[in-house]
C-alpha cells in the first residue's frame, strides 16, 4: 500500500529536519525544501505529493504565494500553513486562500501529528466524494437511461432542452415510471451538478411536518423544537429540490409553496429574517393534476409555476419495446449481487414480460426480475421463477369490486368494501392501494380516519 506523501516547506534547517523526523518516524514518505520557489519547481518537474506543510515567512517565495499556486495549479494537493504564534490575520488569510488546515509555532509533536491525520482524513473524504459524484454522474448520463422506445426517446429529448436552464420542471406518470431517476439525471447533466440534490416525499410527510421540513425552524418555534433546524429549500441552495408526489401537499401547504416559487425567499418557522434562495425545483407526481384541480384538490396557480417545463413518462405497458433491455440490465445487476450464472431469459418468459399489463411499472419489473434471478436454479430464468400469475394479475380498477342487478347495498357500503378489499390485495400498502382505486393517498387516509371514528378497524 502506496505511503501518504509530504513535501515539507521551511527555511530553518533544525526545525526542518524535526519536522521530517517526526512524520517519518509515522511511516509517511516525507521529502523537504527550504523555500516556496523551490517546492513549486520540484512539482513542475512532476514530482507527487498528498499533502504540503509549508512555513509562511520564507525567502525568495512566500508560503501564502505557495499555497495560491498550488490550489490554482494543482488542485489535488492539500496544503497545511504554519505561522507564528499570535499570526491570526496571516492563518485567516490562508484558509481563505485554501489552506486546509493551520499550525501556530512552536507546537507539539501531538498536535502536528493530529494536524497531519486530520488532513489526510479530511482529503480521504473529499477523494471519496469526488469519485461518488463521478459514479454518480455517469450513472445518471442520459445515454445510461435504459430505453429503446420511442416514448422513452422523447423524453430524453426533452431533458436534454431543459438541462441548461433554470426552469422549473414537472414530470408525470404512474408510480414505478422512473420519475425519481428522470429528476436525478436532470440535476446530474445540469449545470448545478456540483450543487445538493435534496428531495421530499410530499406523500409520506405527515401534514403538520411538512413546513417545517420544508423552511426549517428556529429554536422554541413550537414545543419539541430544541434547536434550530435548516429546511430543504435552504439545504438545496445553490442545487435541486425535488418535490416528490407533489400532489398529495395539502392546499395550505401549496398556497405557502407557491410564494416561495414567485418570490425565491422563505422565513423559517419562528424566524423574522427573510432568507433568498437559488434553487432549482423538480416536482413529480403520479395524479392527473388538471383533474386536482376540477377537484379542488390542488391549486391551479401553483400548477402553472409547476408546469413551466412539463414531462411525462409513460407507463411500461405503453412502452414495451423498453422491457427486453430492462430486464436484460436487472438480470445482470442482480446476477452480480446474488454471484449467479444466468445468461439470458428465455423465450416463454419473455413473451410472459412482454403480455404482463405491469401494474407497477419499471419498480415492479425491477422486483420481479431480482425474484427471478433468486428462484432460478439455471442459466436461464424461465416462466416458472416469474411468478406473475395470480392475484398480481387481476388487482386492476376494473377487477377490484363488481356489482349486479340484485345489489342493494348503499354507495357508501360499496366504497368502504372497495377500499377494504384493495387494501388486504395491497397487503395494507397505502400508497398501492389508492393507485389502484384511482383515488389519492389524501382521500385514502380521510376514509380510513372515518372509519376509525365509527369504530371500524383499518390496520
Known amino acids: 500500500m502506496a505511503k501518504n506523501r509530504i513535501l515539507v516547506v521551511d527555511d530553518e534547517q533544525h526545525f526542518r529536519d524535526w519536522l521530517c523526523q517526526t512524520l517519518k518516524r509515522r511511516n509517511y514518505a516525507v521529502e523537504a525544501c527550504e523555500d516556496g520557489q523551490t517546492a513549486l519547481a520540484l512539482l513542475e518537474d512532476g514530482q507527487q505529493y498528498d499533502v504540503i506543510v509549508t512555513d509562511v515567512r520564507m525567502p525568495?517565495?512566500?508560503?501564502?504565494?505557495?499555497?495560491?499556486?498550488?490550489?490554482?495549479?494543482?488542485?489535488?494537493?492539500?496544503?497545511?500553513?504554519?505561522?507564528?504564534?499570535?499570526?491570526?490575520?496571516?492563518?485567516?488569510?490562508?484558509?481563505?486562500?485554501?489552506?486546509?488546515?493551520?499550525?501556530?509555532?512552536?507546537?507539539?509533536?501531538?498536535?502536528?501529528?493530529?494536524?497531519?491525520?486530520?488532513?489526510?482524513?479530511?482529503?480521504?473524504?473529499?477523494?471519496?466524494?469526488?469519485?461518488?459524484?463521478?459514479?454518480?454522474?455517469?450513472?445518471?448520463?442520459?445515454?445510461?437511461?435504459?430505453?429503446?422506445?420511442?416514448?422513452?426517446?422523447?423524453?430524453?429529448?426533452?431533458?436534454?432542452?431543459?438541462?441548461?436552464?433554470?426552469?422549473?420542471?414537472?414530470?408525470?406518470?404512474?408510480?414505478?415510471?422512473?420519475?425519481?431517476?428522470?429528476?436525478?439525471?436532470?440535476?446530474?447533466n445540469s449545470p448545478r451538478r456540483n450543487g445538493p440534490f435534496v428531495k421530499i416525499n410530499c406523500a409520506a410527510m405527515p401534514e403538520t411536518l411538512m413546513e417545517s421540513e420544508l423552511f426549517g425552524h428556529e429554536k422554541g418555534a413550537f414545543t419539541g423544537a430544541i434547536k434550530t433546524v435548516e429546511g430543504r429549500f435552504a439545504l438545496a441552495h445553490g442545487g435541486t429540490l425535488l418535490l416528490d408526489e407533489v400532489s398529495e401537499m395539502s392546499t395550505a401547504m401549496q398556497a405557502k409553496l407557491l410564494r416561495v416559487l414567485q418570490e425565491r425567499e422563505f422565513e423559517k418557522l419562528g424566524g423574522r429574517e427573510t432568507i433568498k434562495i437559488d434553487v432549482r425545483i423538480v416536482a413529480t407526481t403520479n395524479r392527473d393534476l388538471k383533474r386536482a384541480i376540477a377537484d379542488g384538490d390542488f391549486r391551479e396557480d401553483l400548477f402553472h409555476r409547476l408546469n413551466v417545463c412539463p414531462i411525462k413518462v409513460s407507463p411500461l405497458r405503453d412502452r414495451r419495446e423498453d422491457i427486453p433491455v430492462l430486464a436484460s440490465h436487472f438480470i445482470a445487476h442482480y446476477s452480480s449481487e446474488y454471484a449467479k450464472d444466468i445468461q439470458s431469459i428465455d423465450e416463454a418468459a419473455m413473451e410472459q414480460l412482454l403480455n404482463y399489463e405491469w401494474p407497477g411499472n419499471v419498480r415492479e419489473l425491477q422486483h420481479k426480475i431480482e425474484r427471478a434471478v433468486i428462484m432460478c436454479d439455471?442459466?436461464?430464468?424461465?416462466?416458472?421463477h416469474l411468478y406473475l400469475d395470480g392475484i398480481e394479475t387481476t388487482t386492476t380498477t376494473e377487477t377490484m369490486f363488481t356489482l349486479d342487478a340484485q345489489t342493494t347495498a348503499t354507495l357508501a357500503e360499496i366504497e368502504k368494501a372497495a377500499i377494504f378489499r384493495a387494501l388486504r390485495v395491497h397487503e395494507n400498502n397505502r400508497t398501492k392501494t389508492a393507485e389502484s382505486l384511482g383515488i389519492s393517498i389524501r382521500t385514502l387516509r380521510n376514509k380510513l380516519r372515518e372509519y376509525r371514528e365509527e369504530g371500524i378497524s383499518v390496520d
Open 60 to 188: 525568495k517565495m512566500s508560503g501564502l504565494q505557495l499555497l495560491r499556486t498550488v490550489h490554482e495549479r494543482f488542485p489535488g494537493i492539500d496544503v497545511v500553513i504554519m505561522t507564528q504564534y499570535g499570526s491570526v490575520p496571516e492563518a485567516v488569510a490562508a484558509l481563505k486562500d485554501g489552506a486546509i488546515d493551520f499550525l501556530e509555532k512552536p507546537f507539539p509533536q501531538e498536535t502536528l501529528l493530529l494536524r497531519v491525520q486530520k488532513a489526510f482524513e479530511a482529503r480521504k473524504l473529499k477523494l471519496e466524494n469526488y469519485q461518488l459524484k463521478r459514479e454518480l454522474g455517469t450513472k445518471f448520463q442520459f445515454n445510461n437511461i435504459l430505453r429503446q422506445s420511442p416514448k422513452m426517446l422523447e423524453v430524453l429529448e426533452q431533458l436534454e432542452m431543459v438541462v441548461p436552464t433554470r426552469a422549473t420542471v414537472l414530470i408525470q406518470g404512474e408510480s414505478g415510471t422512473g420519475k425519481e431517476l428522470i429528476a436525478r439525471a436532470l440535476h446530474e
Open 378 to 384: 439455471d442459466q436461464h430464468v424461465r416462466p416458472k
